[in-house]
T-cell receptor, first 111, second 110 residues
């Protein structure tokens, strides 16, 4: 499968715990995006990488969220001290030009 | 005002009919426009995209842009039950992020 992959697909955690998600983009794609989607809403932009550089972060992204993309390959998104409001689908997308291709997402449930 | 607005629906059409989906965008400088399909519980899947210079047809799908009125439409001809999904409109304003609408739910009735 040469598409975008994400791991884990589902994560259940207790409030206050830290969680980390991984995204493996399509191999030749140098651009990588993280989005968050809640029920009934469209994906909401979180952050963007071009190669290993994080070029843009949403103002909505609190300091509990951090993302990395070492060596410009896979990316991780960490949420510290999770809150119930963090429950959502976290989507990763990659692109080489303009169109973005999404991975299957990681569904986070914070109890 | 939201960056991208869509009628949430639901929109119901009979099988074989044309489904028409619309979205409006707020930034007149927006350059590229995308339609994604999202089945329940799945991630968005790109259907097609157009630039600010023209419309596009791909099989049963046609995307049209009205720059003067700042709206984008997606027409689905010969609608099939498998087309039942939520359709997301996204806009690229020329930066590094897409702005998505909330999506329109489409049901194709056999």
């Amino acid at each position: 499968d040469t598409g975008v992959s994400q791991d884990p697909r589902h994560k259940i955690t207790k409030r206050g715990q830290n969680v980390t998600f991984r995204c493996d983009p399509i191999s030749e794609h140098n651009r990588l995006y993280w989005y968050r989607q809640t029920l009934g809403q469209g994906p909401e932009f979180l952050t963007y990488f071009q190669n290993e550089a994080q070029l843009e972060k949403s103002r909505l992204l609190s300091d509990r969220f951090s993302a990395e993309r070492p060596k410009g390959s896979f990316s991780t998104l960490e949420i510290q001290r999770t809150e119930q409001g963090d429950s959502a689908m976290y989507l990763c997308a990659s692109s080489s030009r303009i169109e973005q291709f999404f991975g299957p997402g990681t569904r986070l449930t914070v109890l | 005002q939201k960056e991208v607005e869509q009628n949430s629906g639901p929109l119901s059409v009979p099988e074989g009919a044309i489904a028409s989906l619309n979205c409006t965008y707020s930034d007149r400088g927006s350059q590229s426009f995308f339609w994604y399909r999202q089945y329940s519980g799945k991630s968005p899947e790109l259907i097609m995209f157009i630039y600010s210079n023209g419309d596009k047809e791909d099989g049963r799908f046609t995307a049209q842009l009205n720059k003067a009125s700042q709206y984008v439409s997606l027409l689905i001809r010969d609608s099939q039950p498998s087309d039942s999904a939520t359709y997301l409109c996204a806009v690229d304003r020329g930066g590094n992020q897409f702005y998505f609408g909330t999506g329109t739910s489409l049901t194709v009735i056999p």
